[in-house]
Nanobody, 123 residues
Framework: QVQLVESGGGLVQAGASLRLSCAAS????????IGWFRQAPGNEREFVGG????????SYADSVKGRFTISRDNAKNTVYLQMNSLKPEDTAVYYC????????????????WGQGTQVTVSS
């Protein structure tokens, strides 16, 4: 059974950095993509970025490009979301999700989801 567990959220001031982790277990993820999403109160869940488990491919939403970086540690089965220069509008619950094959931005394309971790950025 696939499990995704996010960690690393918290309360920070604007301009600070946080690194979220997504620990994956339950299968071999060689052909999978791990996506990061976020959902703020009253908003739909939105794509933040994604990385393929094999190879260098990454993709980012325009709103985070240049500030957020996704990486992975295959030995630890963990994907990271490094968030720099955080803004109050980055406040949301952040989720990681997994799907087979390539990176897409639609939430419905992802098969497995973590429970989410709260990120709050104060001004």
């Amino acid at each position: 059974q696939v499990q995704l567990v996010e960690s690393g959220g918290g309360l920070v001031q604007a301009g600070a950095s946080l690194r979220l982790s997504c620990a994956a277990s339950g299968r071999t993820f060689g052909t999978y993509t791990i996506g990061w999403f976020r959902q703020a109160p009253g908003n739909e869940r939105e794509f933040v970025g994604g990385i393929m488990w094999s190879g260098p491919s990454t993709s980012y939403a325009d709103s985070v490009k240049g500030r957020f970086t996704i990486s992975r540690d295959n030995a630890k089965n963990t994907v990271y979301l490094q968030m720099n220069s955080l803004k109050p509008e980055d406040t949301a619950v952040y989720y990681c999700a997994a799907k087979r094959w390539g990176i897409v931005r639609g939430t419905y394309d992802y098969e497995y989801w973590g429970q989410g971790t709260q990120v709050t950025v104060s001004s």
